[in-house]
């Protein structure tokens, strides 16, 4: 990941001093697309801002920017941090998953409910961000295969909110015991996959960017 920064004086010498803040996030996010670069976060004045603020910063007036500073990480770096994040937290999901089956087999009851929600909960959001990054990435063998993997873990998601709804514990202990561990299991596999993968058509971009570049230099920006 790349840190760039800039002060308010070298932004005024391109901007008039009451350009909103906002034009120039426009500006920079423009720039970084032709490089498929995105932002990851933008620091002004020397405070960190999250995405969530960054409508409310983009009303400053120039006039009042001391410093702006941005993250920025290729499109595929970003996806493959966030693939790596995940592959690191499913272990956690597992184990939780084994637990709470244990826990309903068990006959313990008390915040049940709370806790299959919660797992169902933190399951769609990982299916969710999975899929939103899956629009983002060519077809592949690999990417197929993930595709059936989460597609299965809907249906497994969808089965276990049933048994939940019909107080049949039981049978909701089992589906998070077999399909719905077995289902977080593959999916790790398919994650660690496609990461691999991902390593070594990276590794051998790097490669041909340095054999056709003038002196294999970087530049520091």
Partial sequence: MDRYKVSGDELRAHYPASTPLGRIFLDIERELRTENRVVCRYIVNGLGIEEKEEERFSNLPLAQIETLEYLSETEDGLLTDVLSGWLDALPELIQASEKLATRILAGQKEGLIKAVHDLVENCEYLLGSLTSIRQLKADSEDEGQMDSTTDRLRATLSEAVRHLEKRDFVQLAQVIEYD??????????????????????????DAQREDDSVGGGKTSR
């Fill in 180 to 205: 719905f561990t077995d289902g977080l299991e593959e999916l790790r596999r398919s994650l660690a996959k496609l990461l691999d993968s991902e390593g070594e058509m990276s590794a051998d971009g």
